[in-house]
């Protein structure tokens, strides 16, 4: 029900494009959230983004370089990476939580299967 699509490799400094497809359901209402988990590494969320798109968060780690966006008409959630780091590095999820104030995975009801972001130095 969520496709998570565009990672690839990508040399430190770049710019990535993350993009999520919601189909078989309406997300109508839902917080959707990117997260990426590092291997050996806790999955951590990165940026969520409310149904009207008027309210957005943003992890310290990626503030300012990362945006989160989403077309409800399309049923798209977009992540949007610049000044890439080796530490970026991990597989990217984004997730749909009908919760108020979603910020732990488990807060999250669906989950895309993931796509992969490697960034070298």
């Known amino acids: 029900q969520l496709q998570a699509s565009g990672g690839g490799l990508v040399q430190a400094g770049g710019s990535l494009g993350l993009s999520c497809a919601a189909s078989g359901r309406t997300f109508s209402g839902y917080v959707m959230g990117w997260f990426r988990q590092a291997p050996g590494k806790e999955r951590e969320l990165l940026a969520a983004i409310t149904w009207s798109g008027g309210t957005t968060y943003y992890a310290n780690s990626v503030k300012g370089r990362f945006t989160i966006s989403r077309d409800n008409a399309k049923n798209m959630v977009y992540l949007q990476m610049t000044v890439l780091k080796s530490e970026d590095t991990a597989i990217y999820y984004c997730?749909?939580?009908?919760?108020?104030?979603?910020?732990?995975?488990?807060?999250?009801?669906?989950w895309g299967q993931g796509t992969q972001v490697t960034v070298s130095s």
């Open positions: 997730a749909a939580s009908r919760r108020y104030y979603p910020r732990e995975p488990f807060d999250y009801d669906y």
